[in-house]
């Protein structure tokens, strides 16, 4: 079927995109919008390698069709640093060596982005709980544990 | 091959379009499920409503005993809404249960019942409840309890061109001890292996009313309703609860027969009873993963 158009705010900017309906907005991100950060894992919702967000949540971005983010803001990955400056979170990162292969690293932050901005001073618990939808195959959580907490207020 | 994509604002107008297609068309929600079919292929809709910017299906009201959920409120949204932690916690323990945070951010109620998975977490707590689905179709509504709207694995009585509006349940009495409990792999992103839900009502010692439901073990949502019927009158014991356990463990062996993974189910239907039971009794101050 013919494209569709959708607008939406990504990373701080208005923009508008012509889609097929079926696209999901990670294969948008990645492969129409350039924006490879955002990883592509399981496609089925279970690795967290894909998370953005979108209107404050963390959410599965292999889950969510092109036109649902009509309207919406989404900030991914590639969002997160400003003006040149790394984000808090991704510098604690580098700082507690919370990545190995890195291939989880963005759904990481962007869980962990969602909870700070929801809950800036949030417990060990409520921590390992938000990145609970995020998969590390080198099983490093606790260094990105401790990453996450170093920035908390 | 997606051939059209609406995604009406109200629900008028997505009755009028899913009527136009006479059953033809797909409604998304959020696609939490869908998309997964999507992309394996055992979907291939033609037509696809994204109901998912319907704002009057997203609303939580309550007026007397009676809450009603909108089709699109998400188990996030259950999770945390005060109101329902305060008056029937099990249903945010059971909403907490689904998933990921990613996934309890985005799925939804109607989608939870419409795709009528038997290890879906939010029913089992709907059930127990007596939860009633307000359907909707282009000149009609109806309203029908869940235990009858879902009939099989991933099948329901959802005619064509009709959505889930509404689930509405009864608040329980302020003194009805809840519980929920889910087993699986692990907590977070594992599909139940078992759940269940429970209400319990004491006057003194004696059970004057029990609702209890194990998912994930029958063909479609149930209370247990023998079991139920055996402890009603008398007095709660842990020696009674064992007796519950066990005839659960029966009922459950005589709906689905023997089967491969009944070495493991059955005894911990056993075991998740009494839990449920017992936690329901003593308190089950949170959701504490299995």
Redesign the interface.
């Known amino acids: ?1 013919k494209e ?1 158009k959708v607008n939406f705010n990504l990373n701080g900017q208005e923009i508008t995109v012509m889609a ?3 696209m ?1 907005l990670l294969e948008l991100l990645r492969e129409k919008l350039d924006l490879t950060g955002t990883k592509r894992g399981c ?4 690795c ?1 390698a894909c ?1 953005v967000i979108i209107d404050n ?4 971005s ?4 092109v ?2 983010v ?1 309207g919406a803001k989404v900030i991914t990955v590639e969002g997160l640093a400003q003006n040149g400056e790394l984000d808090p979170l991704q510098q604690a990162f580098i700082n507690n060596h919370a990545i190995q292969c890195g291939f989880c690293t963005p759904g990481m932050l962007m ?1 962990a982005k ?1 909870l700070l901005l929801n809950n800036p001073n949030p417990t060990r618990e409520e921590i390992r ?2 990145i ?3 998969l590390c195959r080198c099983t490093g959580y606790l260094q990105i544990i401790k990453a996450i907490e170093s920035v908390c207020q | 091959m997606v051939k059209e994509y609406f995604q009406p604002l109200t629900l008028a107008e997505a009755l009028t379009i899913l009527n136009s297609f006479a059953g033809s068309a797909h409604v998304l929600a959020s696609g939490t499920d869908l998309l997964v079919n999507l992309r394996n292929g055992k979907l291939k809709p033609e037509v696809i409503v994204d109901i998912s910017k319907i704002e009057e299906l997203k609303i939580i009201s309550q007026e007397d005993e009676k809450l009603s959920l909108g089709s699109l409120v998400t188990f996030r949204e259950l999770a945390v809404y005060p109101m329902i932690q305060k008056l029937i916690p099990v249903l945010a323990w059971a909403a907490k249960a689904v998933g990921s945070p990613q996934i309890r951010n985005r799925g939804t109620v109607g989608g939870n019942i419409a795709n009528a998975s038997p290890a879906a977490d939010l029913v089992p707590a709907l059930v127990a409840l007596d939860g009633v689905a307000v359907l909707a179709k282009q000149g009609g509504l109806r309203k029908i309890p869940l235990t009858e709207l879902i009939v099989a694995p991933y099948k329901t009585k959802l005619e064509p061109g009709e959505i889930i509006t509404q689930v509405e349940v009864t608040v329980p009495s302020h003194e009805t001890g809840m519980a929920f409990r889910k087993v699986g792999r692990r907590n977070a992103l594992a599909i139940s292996r078992l759940n269940g839900a429970c209400l319990l009502n004491l006057k003194g010692e004696e059970i004057t009313a029990v609702s209890l439901v194990i998912g994930a073990v029958t063909p479609s949502p149930r209370r247990f309703k023998e079991v139920e019927e055996y402890l009603i009158g008398k007095n709660i014991s842990e020696k009674l609860l064992e007796e519950a356990g066990a005839m659960a463990k029966e009922k459950v062996q005589a709906i689905t027969g023997r089967r491969a993974s009944s070495q493991y189910k059955l005894p911990v239907v056993e075991r998740l009873t009494v839990r449920l039971l017992q936690a329901a009794w003593k308190g089950d101050k949170a959701y504490e993963g299995n």
């Open positions: 079927m569709i097929p309906p079926d999901t496609e089925i919702g279970e967290g998370t949540q963390a959410v599965n292999c889950l969510v069709l036109p649902q009509e869980s969602a709980e938000a609970s939808g995020n």
